[in-house]
């Protein structure tokens, strides 16, 4: 099974390219295209900001062939890529090119999000308009379980794809295999709107194609190594060997590296390589 990880957060201390070959040099098979900074907002507004990333510019996709060619000379492929979030704001033209950008770096799924508040019928529409543009270019889409926290509340609640029946219908609705399930479990794991991890994972069964991987304590959106808190990956890696999950085991443990520096932040990739492997014998041992 290989394992992966998201490159955003070794790429805020050492850039893209040089990420890459952190990666590849910790043990990692594949990367995953963190594409968020092809748009950036102002949360607290809601509008998108102007930006001076490769990604934002003219020269989008010379900068993909370019972390392609790095990922080539170092032996990593790209598995798949996150797209700029959220998905109503960003709108279809940065929604297509991340798709193109995937394609380009070799990735086979592009993870997009559903609107947290639409429902399964709502979200179809803007999938079903991407379909058609991701079919041109190999490139599966998947879409993510969701959570949100309402002012005042004291843990997460339902949003888009955040429950086992309402993930699968997201799914089931639009019925096409260029259209996937990436189950967050971190985001399965938070009290108040998920199912739990294992008990998604074998309600989706052969949707399940890709994964973000992270721990926290089962209340908030942690994002931080596996085996550091409180979420049983035993639990998990059973539910993956009983549905033969045949995807990458790919990270999202990106808070994990805002405690080092571009010094040592190698370092703490190796110890997400490490946490990947262990994650993976768990699944062959079960």
Not at 3 to 15: C, Q
């Amino acid at each position: 099974m290989k394992i992966s990880t998201e490159i955003r957060s070794t790429a805020i201390h050492v850039g893209e390219e040089k990420a890459i070959e952190l990666l590849a040099k910790a043990g990692f098979d594949c990367w995953d295209f963190s594409l968020f900074e092809m748009v950036r907002l102002n949360w607290n507004t809601m509008e998108i900001i102007e930006n001076d990333h490769p990604l934002n510019g003219n020269q989008w996709r010379d900068f993909a062939h370019q972390l392609r060619h790095v990922a080539d000379e170092c032996g990593i492929e790209c598995n798949q890529s996150h797209a700029p979030f959220p998905s109503r704001i960003v709108g279809m033209d940065y929604l297509k090119r991340a798709i193109e950008c995937t394609a380009i770096a070799g990735g086979k799924i592009c993870v997009i999000h559903p609107d947290n508040n639409l429902n399964a019928e709502g979200n179809a529409e803007m999938y079903n308009e991407l379909l058609p543009f991701a079919k041109e270019h190999d490139v599966k889409i998947a879409t993510e379980n969701m959570w949100n926290w309402e002012n005042g509340a004291t843990q997460s609640c339902f949003a888009a794809c955040s429950t086992s029946e309402d993930f699968c219908k997201h799914i089931d609705i639009i019925n096409d295999p260029y259209f996937v399930a990436c189950l967050d479990l971190g985001h399965a794991e938070m009290r108040g709107s998920g199912d739990g991890a294992p008990n998604m994972i074998r309600a989706l069964g052969p949707r399940l194609q890709a994964l973000h991987i992270h721990d926290n304590d089962c209340l908030h959106d942690s994002h931080q190594i596996p085996f550091s808190m409180n979420m049983d990956f035993n639990a998990i890696a059973n539910s993956l060997k009983d549905i033969n999950y045949g995807g990458e085991l790919t990270l999202e443990a990106d808070r994990y590296l805002e405690a080092y520096n571009k010094e040592n932040v190698y370092e703490g990739v190796c110890e997400l390589a490490k946490s990947a492997r262990k994650l993976e014998r768990l699944i062959k041992e079960a």
